[in-house]
């Protein structure tokens, strides 16, 4: 993928989240089973990043990301939860995306 950096008007922004809850999702290669952390209290993003360093086994990998509550309501009523992909890849076959929620 290339990039596509172009300049912006950064009054766009409405909200910002100045302590985000970050996840994290501990994958064996074989796409089989998948741990999932939730972390908080992190004052930035590198380190979350060295603890998912240091926490995934020899055979894993994983994905980070930040879990994003929606203000808004979804259709029933319930909050939409959404997931910034920050690194990673999940295993093929497999999808962050399915584990949401």
Known sequence: MALHPHLVDPRDITVEESDPTYRVYFWDRTGAHCREYDVTGADVVEEVIAWSDANVRENETYVLGVRW?????????????????????????????????
């Open 69 to 101: 509550l929606e203000s808004w309501s979804a259709p029933g009523g319930e909050n939409e939860v959404a997931f910034i992909r920050l690194t990673g890849d999940p295993p093929p076959g497999q999808s962050v995306g399915d584990r949401v929620g």
